[in-house]
T-cell receptor, first 111, second 113 residues
Framework: AQRVTQPEKLLSVFKGAPVELKCNYSYSGSPELFWYVQYSRQRLQLLLR??SRESIKGFTADLNKGETSFHLKKPFAQEEDSAMYYCALSSYQGGSEKLVFGKGTKLTVNP | DAEITQSPRHKITETGRQVTLACHQT?????MFWYRQDLGHGLRLIHY???????NKGEVSDGYSVSRSNTEDLPLTLESAASSQTSVYFC????????????FGPGTRLTVT
């Protein structure tokens, strides 16, 4: 069964420190993975997806199929990065495609 | 500009009442989804639709129903509201399948007393 695990419910760092939000997945097929972000009182929005291999707002994420991980990293955290982050797996099964979300990690960047 | 909207944004209702949450998108997307967001559970899929007259059950569909009579709308109905359905509900849409981005609405906060 497809599953996304975000082991940290809460993560707190200081401004300027590196940050890594962990995501592990379980999926038998070829995974398509995403990071979504929800800033306070705003809707969820796509942060990045692994197939585009881009850097958004200084964040990057590399798909590691051997470790079944898709960790989100930023070398120098900013206060405006404080938000809820969700890792998501695009699951294709029986002709249906769905996004399976992890439970989320709340990131707080302290001044 | 194309967008996805939800109404109402906040709703308080009593146990046992029927409630309908609206979702409307102007992107002409075929795919539409309903999620609920709860602390400790993240986002869980309730129902989804890949086109007009198509509906499918998600992970937590019990007590909920949807219908798709046109491309733009996917209303979510709680047949008999229960306190366990107090949550924030998000609607989303996507253009096609194949790993494309889902666009989320602003959410509806529902409280069942």
């Amino acid at each position: 069964a497809q599953r996304v695990t975000q082991p940290e419910k809460l993560l707190s760092v200081f401004k300027g420190a590196p940050v890594e939000l962990k995501c592990n997945y379980s999926y038998s097929g070829s995974p398509e993975l995403f990071w979504y972000v929800q800033y306070s009182r705003q809707r969820l929005q796509l942060l990045l997806r692994h197939i585009s291999r881009e850097s958004i707002k200084g964040f990057t994420a590399d798909l590691n199929k051997g470790e079944t991980s898709f960790h989100l990293k930023k070398p120098f955290a900013q206060e405006e990065d404080s938000a809820m982050y969700y890792c998501a797996l695009s699951s294709y099964q029986g002709g249906s495609e769905k996004l399976v979300f992890g439970k989320g990690t709340k990131l707080t960047v302290n001044p | 500009d194309a967008e996805i909207t939800q109404s109402p944004r906040h709703k308080i209702t009593e146990t046992g009442r029927q409630v309908t949450l609206a979702c409307h998108q102007t992107w002409n997307h075929n795919n539409m989804f309903w999620y609920r967001q709860d602390l400790g559970h993240g986002l869980r899929l309730i129902h989804y639709s890949y086109g007009v007259h198509d509906t499918n059950k998600g992970e937590v569909s019990d007590g909920y129903s949807v219908s798709r009579s046109n491309t733009e709308d996917l209303p979510l109905t709680l047949e008999s509201a229960a306190s366990s359905q107090t949550s924030v509900y998000f609607c989303a849409s996507s253009e096609v399948t194949g790993g494309y981005e889902q666009y989320f609405g602003p959410g509806t906060r529902l409280t069942v007393t």
